[in-house]
């Protein structure tokens, strides 16, 4: 037997590519007929996806568990070596092959405020803590989840600050993180949308069906639309499907109109 691991480090990341490597290895490895492969996810996370809340975990889990991947939560991967990938706070799991998320770090700027991480602090707006028209957006923030999605949702808030300081008729917003992860499984895709400011409550998840659109993987108001007219995708949903634009608010009752 080979024991092919994927594992999250600790601190600020963004798991979900992890889950899709070993979805996608596993089922590789069955169009393959290729056996005696054991595949197991460590990631320190209570429960899968955990970000998105208990219902999307338990969907993820049985999506794993469909897949025969094993699953440990909770552990950190510390180091991998002689056929073994010791965990912390403790425990080994046998690992012939592992596949790491990178450990996230920010590299510090000289005169730009950050914390032990190297990210940066900002305010709601994106405004640099303690300093005068300086912005920050995206993974160098010190906001958790590091997501293209959220640092587009992230630069669009200091756009608008930008443009309201410099006169233009805008009532800057904040920045509302909404967390909108495609999880490629082999099979049929899962759609995941969350609003973090409101909680895993919050949380909507389809199997196939998009419920944004563009369906991409990269979803910010105008990054998905010029990303998915570069990769041949329809820019007006079909007939029929309940995705809605990304940046529409649902959170709300709304009538959609395609
Ligand atoms: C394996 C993996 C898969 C992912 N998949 C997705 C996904 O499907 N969807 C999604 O939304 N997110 C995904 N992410 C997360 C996403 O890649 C990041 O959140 C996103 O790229 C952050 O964008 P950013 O502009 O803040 O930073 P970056 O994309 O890192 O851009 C920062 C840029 O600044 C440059 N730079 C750094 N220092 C300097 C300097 N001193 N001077 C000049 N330039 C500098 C860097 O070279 C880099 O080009 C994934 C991440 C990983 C690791």
Do not use: N
């Amino acid at each position: 037997m080979r024991h092919l691991v994927f594992t999250v480090p600790g601190g600020a990341s963004w798991p979900l590519p992890l889950y899709e490597l070993a979805l996608l290895a596993t089922t590789f490895l069955a169009e393959r007929h290729l056996v005696g492969v054991e595949t197991t996810i460590v990631t320190p996370e209570d429960r899968p996806l955990a970000l998105f809340g208990a219902g999307a975990s338990a969907a993820v889990a049985r999506m794993l568990a469909e897949r025969g991947i094993e699953l440990v939560t909770g552990r950190y991967p510390v180091e991998a070596a002689h056929g073994e990938l010791t965990l912390a706070p403790s425990g080994t799991v046998l690992a012939d092959l592992v596949v790491a998320l990178p450990r996230l770090r920010g590299e510090p700027l000289d005169g730009i405020p950050h914390d032990a991480d190297g990210f940066v602090p900002t305010d709601p707006h994106g405004r640099i803590a303690g300093l005068d028209d300086a912005y920050a957006a995206g993974d160098v923030t010190t906001f958790p989840v590091k997501q293209g999605g959220l640092a587009a949702q992230q630069a669009r808030a200091v756009a608008e600050m930008i443009a309201a300081d410099a006169g233009a008729p805008v009532t800057p917003q904040p920045f509302r993180p909404i967390l909108r992860g495609l999880l490629l499984t082999g099979a049929e895709p899962a759609y995941l949308r969350t609003d973090l400011s409101r909680g895993p409550r919050h949380t909507t998840i389809a199997l196939g069906e998009p419920i944004w659109w563009p369906p991409g993987k990269i979803v910010g108001r105008h990054l998905a639309p010029y990303l998915a007219e570069r990769g041949g995708v329809v820019l007006a949903p079909p007939a029929g499907t309940t995705a809605v634009a990304v940046e529409v608010d649902l959170s709300t009752p709304l009538a959609v109109e395609h």
